[in-house]
């Protein structure tokens, strides 16, 4: 319901111009912000593109083949990595987005460190925020669950109990380049369980192990890849939101 009177303009047009819009402070004849119905429990908002809600692959295709993902579906709603089929990504390419995803690491404790529960959910194809088990298990800080693998620890490690559901909720900035010289950093904000483990952190570059990450420029936008690194992880509840441009904070 308009909280306005019939004929009352929404706003003011006598008040000062914002810089950065044009528009005046509260001014009426500024677009309404649309209308997204948000989700309940697991389910999407109502704008947000579905990756994987647990009835289908359609939208991922095996990075190693080139052809249909070949993780499984479980009937729970969830896939799981199937051992040495590779990596999984999306068809569609993205660059700035709002992700939501789910994870869980198997309840059986095999392994250490780096070799339990390990997956990964790379931005762009590019940049791993880290999907580890690091319940009771420690492992170099840069590679711990929630961590920009190789960069940046987490700053906490919010994980909970293997065979547990945990989320993640992903702010993400593409890096910019100009000329071919990287003249903005890619930039994450990230919730793990809805406890904030980056705000707006700065990446060096993308992934890598064991070696400096590279500044060269890339692709300005890639598509979301999923990591079969060996362990049976599940994934469920994926969905993803296309930002455009976001207005770069200035550093
Ligand atoms: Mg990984």
């Keep these: 319901m308009n909280r306005f009177p019939e004929n009352e303009p929404l706003g003011y047009s006598d008040t000062p111009v914002l810089p950065d819009s044009g528009y005046t402070v509260h001014d009426g004849t500024r677009p309404q912000p649309p209308i997204v119905t948000p989700g309940t429990g697991n389910s999407a908002p109502s704008d947000a593109i579905v990756l994987f809600d647990g009835s289908n692959l359609d ?19 969830s896939m799981e990595v199937v051992l040495g089929t590779g990596d999984i990504q999306t068809h569609e390419s993205f660059g700035d987005v709002q992700l939501h995803l789910e994870f869980y690491c198997p309840p059986e404790i095999k392994g250490e460190g780096q070799g339990r529960g390990n997956s990964g959910v790379f931005l762009m194809g590019l940049y791993e925020v880290q999907v580890l088990d690091n319940y009771n298990n ?32 992903i702010l993400w900035e593409c890096p910019v380049f100009e000329d071919g010289v990287l003249t903005k950093h890619a930039r994450i904000t990230a919730l793990l369980n809805g406890v904030v483990v980056h705000h707006a952190k700065e990446l060096v570059g993308p992934t890598t192990h064991k070696e400096l990450s590279p500044t ?14 060996g362990d049976l992880v599940r994934f469920r509840d994926i969905w993803i939101r296309p930002l455009g441009q976001i207005d770069h904070l200035p550093s």
């Design 59 to 77: 939208a991922w295709e095996s990075v190693k083949e080139k052809g249909p993902a070949q993780w499984q579906l479980i009937g729970d709603g």
């Design 138 to 169: 420690p492992t170099y800080a840069d590679g711990t669950v929630g961590g920009l693998y190789g960069q940046c620890p987490p700053l906490v490690n919010a994980i909970r109990e293997p065979g547990e559901w945990n989320s993640y909720d």
């Design 216 to 229: 060269e420029t890339h692709r300005s936008t890639g598509p979301l890849k999923l990591q079969d690194h």
